[in-house]
């Protein structure tokens, strides 16, 4: 069959993404989905910096590729060996497919399942496969997804099935943004109720972890950002304290502002300067997150002494350190509930031929999040 897909051919390419077109609108080949595999009409998907980093090459992936991992859309067909899903189930797709049979997946780490890194770093689906073609050329697969097209072949093990009463350009976020931020507090750091924290970077996953401090009841929650309208949007929507990190004396600030620095600190925004900030934001025995991707080069140092005179923690989290299957539909929950309004952070939506207009305004830091619609 035929998709149309935002295909991207060379990374690199000068902004603005208007004039330089780095993703080009194509209609592909789209093999039928095979064993173990589903065909996906996509309904939304979410323009991530993740898709950004892939597109400035701060995040080298083989091209010719079809972008896009957070996204939602409804089952259409389905391969042999399919047995958790069924035509018309609505679906999320999760950017790290999860075999269930390594090291990491038996011990319920997921997120680090070593066959999907493998995968994903070669383009290709869980199996090995790549289903997209464009003429006798093969185009890589992201993340085992490819969202920005109106069809898609996904692994089922890439595949959570969800309520079908959420709006698609709405649940698509539960994705990537939703469960990267909010996992990252509730799963990664475990931050205890009436803890301090402070997420630095007001993107869609650091405005999602300040829903998830919101929900474990801390008591201070301090947003840092260097767009005002963000930080306006973080204290409406709980945040107790903003700063500007283009203030030089921002640091100094949060720490008499906080006792000394915040129990638990957050850097969402891949930048090294944010997570520097983060670091000399966190207190005393505190803990230190990171879910930023920077370019692979990039460095973080820090006092090494820190670590052991202040008992300091420094962790990562990838996909919030979440069990997707687990996690999404009861963070859905959550947001039926009005406890976890992730609707707001939607800035907009927009049709596939707008796409690069979108990223954009991703790269300007204008939205939170914004989700194309097909």
Known sequence: MKTRAAVLYKMGLPTPYKESKPLVIEHLDLEPPGQGEVLVRIRAAGLCH??????NGTRPRPTPMVLGHEAAGEVVEVGE??????IGDHVVCSFIPSCGHCSPCREGRPALCEPGAEANNKGVL???????KKGNEHIHHHLGVSGFAEYAVINQHSLIK?????PFHEVALFGCAVITGVGAVLNTAQVKAGSSVAIVGMGGVGLSALLGAVVTGARQIVAVDVNPNKLKLAESLGATHTFNAKDPDVVDRIRSCTDG?????FETAGVVQAMQTAYQITRRGGVTVTSGL????EQFSIPHVTLTTEERTVKGSYIGSCIPRRDIPRYIELYKQGRLPV???LTDTLPLEKINEGFDRLARGQVARLVVTM
Do not use: C
Not at 50 to 55: K, W
Not at 126 to 132: A, K, Y
């Open 294 to 297: 920077p370019h692979p080069k």
């Open 50 to 55: 993740s898709d950004l980093s892939v597109i």
């Open 126 to 132: 869980l199996g090995g496969q790549r289903r997209l």
């Open 162 to 166: 969800v309520d079908p009463s959420i």
């Open 81 to 86: 060996g399919v047995r958790d899903l069924a």
């Open 343 to 345: 609707n707001r952070l």
């Open 261 to 265: 620095g915040v129990e638990y600190a």
